[in-house]
């Protein structure tokens, strides 16, 4: 059992910037990677961000390489999504996700805990 806990979304205007955090608790040691998912209202969820516990390997989603940055601190178990040059495009539900896999990391099935969701508004 992995518990996920997700904080830092809010309502930002478009531009500015948030940083999400995800701490991970329970059962963890077989949790080799973690990723960021988002949903809009009416849309499905998807892959923003992930990163492996174990080196420096990340991943993004297109729209958001050059403006979000996600981190690790390891002995908190925690990561974390920096969100900047926000859009209103960014305003959606985001997820944060525990997964046993080290590879296809942007898949959403590849993901086996996951928290309630931070809310994040982006006005223009």
């Known amino acids: 059992q992995v518990q996920l806990v997700e904080s830092g979304g809010g309502l930002v205007q478009a531009g500015g910037s948030l940083r999400l955090s995800c701490a991970a608790s329970g059962r963890t040691i077989s949790m080799n990677a973690m990723g960021w998912f988002r949903q809009a209202p009416g849309k499905e969820r998807k892959f923003v961000a992930a990163v492996r516990w ?3 390997s990340t ?3 297109e729209s958001v390489k050059g403006r979000f940055t996600i981190s690790k601190d390891n002995a908190k178990k925690t990561v974390y999504l920096q969100m900047n040059s926000l859009k209103p495009e ?3 539900v985001y997820y ?3 997964t046993l ?6 898949r959403i099935n590849k993901y086996d805990y996951w928290g309630q969701g931070t809310q ?3 006005s223009s």
């Not at 896999?101 to 942007?106: A, D, G, K, N, R």
């Open 54 to 56: 174990t080196g420096a």
């Open 96 to 98: 944060c996700a525990a």
């Open 59 to 61: 991943y993004y989603t």
């Open 120 to 122: 994040v508004t982006v």
């Open 90 to 92: 960014d305003t959606a």
């Open 101 to 106: 896999s080290l590879v296809e990391l942007t």
